[in-house]
């Protein structure tokens, strides 16, 4: 160990064991711990004794760790329940979310198109069986099938319905 | 049966995690005083409490994340040094704070407790101005009241080299309290 660490070994052991005697309330004053002065020990050692003698006394008393302590767990309370709140809030959204895509113009008229499309095409199929096919029940009409043709007509009207409730933007 | 004041830090965690409310206000108990001083140390009289608060109130909403790789003393301790950089991030206002506190001395007409206030002020003024490890093991020492081996052991250092970091520390904040002074 050279000369300089050896210097600094003892005044950081010094300086520790002053610190040691300030905290556990057996010094009070300026006292020098260094058999020999050093000025440089001193000063640290004042440092020491002024940072202790600041921050000596506040303590907080059994009142104020109370209140603290009210205050902590009524805060927490509040926190979570804001937090409940606010997942609650993201669980709705995300359900109003795809109804303000629905709500756009483009979409509404996709939806209604596709709907209008569907039902002409269920009322079709449902009717297929009750159609007349042979023509007996009319005869006369060379051919035609009028129950096909009311079809055609309920499906247009739908969809000219569906047309004209659109919303225009 | 089991008191609370018996179980480790970390356990009375698990408990409060799986509902004992009671575990907190054991773990509050035990360190509230700590978290106190530490904080005194280095945030404006007028504020400590709010701090305190907002580190236990943090602590309640983050226990469920513990995980238990540090132990309770030290999460908690980051934690509380979280909270005081917040709190200085939240204001701006470090001066600004110091000098109500001093307003507030000079409104009581104390002069003894005016002066105390001011060297208070010019303490953490010069601690907040240290690098970190520094103002550490000065808290770890002054505001915990934690012996040199205890320290070595946190800091994961031999005692002579934590005395050592002492010994630097308490020249840093010599020189800043120096610097300070000098300044009108």
Same mark, same amino acid.
């Given at each position: 160990?050279?000369?300089?660490?050896?210097?600094?070994?003892?005044?950081?052991?010094?300086?520790?064991?002053?610190?040691?005697?300030?905290?556990?309330?057996?010094?009070?004053?300026?006292?020098?711990?260094?058999?020999?002065?050093?000025?440089?020990?001193?000063?640290?050692?004042?440092?020491?004794?002024?940072?202790?003698?600041?921050?000596?006394?506040?303590?907080?008393? =059994?009142?104020?760790?109370?209140?603290?302590?009210?205050?902590?767990?009524?805060?927490?309370?509040?926190?979570?329940?804001?937090?409940?709140?606010?997942?609650?809030?993201?669980?709705?959204?995300?359900?109003?979310?795809?109804?303000?895509?629905?709500?756009?113009?483009?979409? =509404?008229? =996709?939806?209604?198109?596709?709907?209008?499309?569907?039902?002409?095409?269920?009322?079709?199929?449902?009717?297929?069986?009750?159609?007349?096919?042979?023509?007996?029940?009319?005869?006369?009409?060379?051919?035609?099938?009028?129950?096909?043709?009311?079809?055609?007509?309920?499906?247009?009207?739908?969809?000219?319905?569906?047309?004209?409730?659109? =919303?225009?933007? | 049966?089991?008191?609370?004041? +018996? *179980?480790?830090?970390?356990?009375?965690?698990?408990?409060?995690?799986?509902?004992?409310?009671?575990?907190? +206000?054991?773990?509050?108990?035990?360190?509230?005083?700590?978290?106190?001083?530490?904080? %005194?140390?280095?945030?404006?009289?007028?504020?400590?409490?709010?701090?305190?608060?907002?580190?236990?109130?943090?602590?309640?909403?983050?226990?469920?994340?513990?995980?238990? +790789?540090? %132990?309770?003393?030290?999460?908690?301790?980051?934690?509380?040094?979280?909270?005081?950089?917040?709190?200085? %991030? &939240?204001?701006?206002?470090? &001066?600004?704070?110091?000098?109500?506190?001093?307003?507030?001395? +000079?409104?009581?007409?104390?002069?003894?407790?005016?002066?105390?206030?001011?060297?208070?002020?010019?303490?953490?003024?010069?601690?907040?101005?240290?690098?970190?490890?520094?103002?550490?093991? *000065?808290?770890?020492?002054?505001?915990?009241?934690?012996?040199?081996?205890?320290?070595?052991?946190?800091?994961?250092?031999?005692?002579?080299?934590?005395?050592?970091?002492?010994?630097?520390?308490?020249?840093?904040?010599?020189?800043?309290?120096?610097?300070?002074?000098?300044?009108?």
């Amino acid at each position: 160990m050279t000369n300089p660490e050896k210097n600094e070994k003892i005044l950081a052991d010094q300086l520790a064991a002053y610190t040691d005697l300030l905290l556990s309330g057996n010094t009070h004053d300026r006292e020098i711990t260094s058999p020999v002065p050093d000025p440089d020990l001193n000063t640290l050692q004042l440092t020491a004794l002024r940072l202790q003698t600041a921050f000596d006394s506040g303590e907080p008393d =059994r009142a104020t760790i109370q209140r603290m302590h009210r205050n902590i767990i009524q805060e927490w309370h509040r926190l979570e329940q804001r937090k409940l709140s606010t997942i609650w809030q993201g669980l709705m959204a995300s359900f109003r979310a795809p109804r303000q895509k629905w709500a756009s113009q483009q979409s =509404r008229q =996709r939806f209604s198109l596709i709907a209008t499309l569907t039902a002409v095409t269920i009322l079709l199929v449902m009717a297929v069986p009750f159609l007349n096919t042979t023509g007996d029940e009319l005869a006369g009409t060379s051919g035609q099938h009028p129950s096909l043709y009311i079809l055609i007509a309920i499906g247009a009207l739908i969809l000219l319905a569906v047309w004209l409730m659109r =919303r225009r933007p | 049966m089991t008191f609370h004041s +018996e *179980i480790s830090d970390e356990q009375l965690v698990k408990e409060f995690v799986q509902g004992d409310q009671q575990a907190f +206000e054991t773990l509050y108990a035990r360190y509230v005083r700590a978290v106190h001083k530490r904080v %005194r140390y280095v945030v404006a009289d007028t504020d400590v409490e709010d701090v305190t608060q907002e580190v236990f109130v943090a602590a309640l909403r983050s226990l469920g994340s513990f995980r238990g +790789e540090a %132990r309770f003393s030290t999460w908690l301790r980051t934690l509380t040094n979280h909270k005081v950089a917040e709190y200085y %991030r &939240k204001r701006s206002r470090k &001066k600004e704070t110091m000098q109500i506190d001093l307003i507030h001395a +000079e409104q009581r007409g104390d002069q003894n407790s005016a002066s105390l206030w001011e060297e208070r002020i010019a303490l953490r003024r010069a601690l907040l101005t240290l690098p970190e490890q520094y103002r550490e093991v *000065i808290l770890l020492r002054f505001a915990e009241g934690m012996q040199f081996n205890k320290i070595a052991s946190v800091l994961n250092q031999n005692p002579e080299a934590t005395k050592s970091l002492f010994r630097r520390a308490m020249s840093a904040l010599r020189n800043t309290l120096d610097v300070n002074d000098d300044q009108p």
